[in-house]
């Protein structure tokens, strides 16, 4: 059996991802007390049916805290038994969720009379922070449609099958803040910049000047050996310790160049060791 725990802050997506999960054959069920799990899994898998090898359930912020906090406990116990447990965790910036809540008119779960709404959202950040500690796979979905939601899930969750790697390699630009759902993150702004040249400042890391300019310069070519060389170490790492998923981001000034071209040849350089590398270009 192959258990998927969908959680996050209201707003950032769940309902969208328990959707997709629904397309792609997994028997959902929404909104399940935390205390009610073990007991629900116990009879699922007593029950012996195959409508329920691959089952998600979503888990919010409308539980007691304490069984929050037992939720890790129970899914560890859940593994020992036999079964493929993962917490998938949607998570969105502030200012985004609020305006998402603001055009949909929604009352947030956790607000009561005297809250604002900021201060529920830090409500829920505070009392998922179990669940978002022990997550195996973190979505960012501040700058992602639904459609993009869907897509991630279906290529991340789909194809791994809750066995092997999914490596997903992102650049993205600091000046829009680093992503959330990174394992590692490579700083490479310390590579010469094309975008002070005028004729490049448009471009991007796919195009032709931008690619011979960086490679006509040594440190580019040692810090992708760098982090190659890293990464080729720790991949089986994580391998040997079951992970599903590994999340790298590299991040240059406006995620437009030096970070896109590196996140090319990393994902070029893995493909040939690694039968499930994504790529993933939050700015472009």
């Known amino acids: 059996m192959r258990l ?36 629900l899994i116990t009879q699922t898998i007593e029950a012996r049916d195959a409508l329920y090898d691959n089952m998600a359930v979503g888990v919010d912020a409308r539980n007691r805290a304490a069984d929050l906090k037992s939720l890790p406990d129970l899914l ?28 949909t008119r929604r009352r947030h779960p956790l607000r009561a009379k005297d809250m604002s709404l900021q201060d529920a959202v830090h409500k829920e950040r505070e009392l998922l922070g179990p669940i978002t500690y022990s997550a195996d ?69 796919r195009d032709p000047s931008v690619i011979e300019f960086l490679e006509n310069h040594k440190i580019t070519k040692s810090m992708l050996n ?16 079951k992970r599903n998923y590994l999340t790298i981001a590299i991040g240059c000034t406006g995620g437009q160049h030096r970070s896109v071209y590196l996140a090319d040849k990393i994902v070029s350089a893995l493909e040939g060791d690694n039968q499930n590398v994504l790529l993933r270009h939050n700015e472009l």
């Open 4 to 39: 998927i725990i969908v959680s996050g802050l209201s707003g950032s997506g769940k309902s969208v991802a328990l959707d997709a999960l629904e397309d792609m054959g997994f028997y959902c069920i929404d909104n399940v007390p935390a205390a009610l799990l073990g007991g």
């Open 76 to 103: 560890r116990s859940l593994k020992e038994q036999g079964v493929r447990c993962e917490i998938v965790f949607l998570h969105a910036d502030d200012q985004v969720l609020l305006k998402r809540y603001r055009e």
């Open 137 to 205: 796979l973190v979505i960012d979905t501040t700058q992602t449609s639904i459609y993009e939601l869907r897509d991630s899930l279906n290529q991340r969750v789909s194809k791994s099958g809750g066995e092997g790697l999914s490596i997903q390699i992102e650049s993205f630009g600091f000046k829009h803040g680093v992503p959330f759902d990174a394992d590692f993150v490579f700083d490479v702004r310390c590579l010469p910049n094309p975008y002070w040249d005028p004729a490049m400042r448009l471009m991007t890391g």
């Open 226 to 241: 760098d982090i190659l060389e890293f990464l080729r170490n720790r991949i089986p790492e994580y391998r040997e310790h």
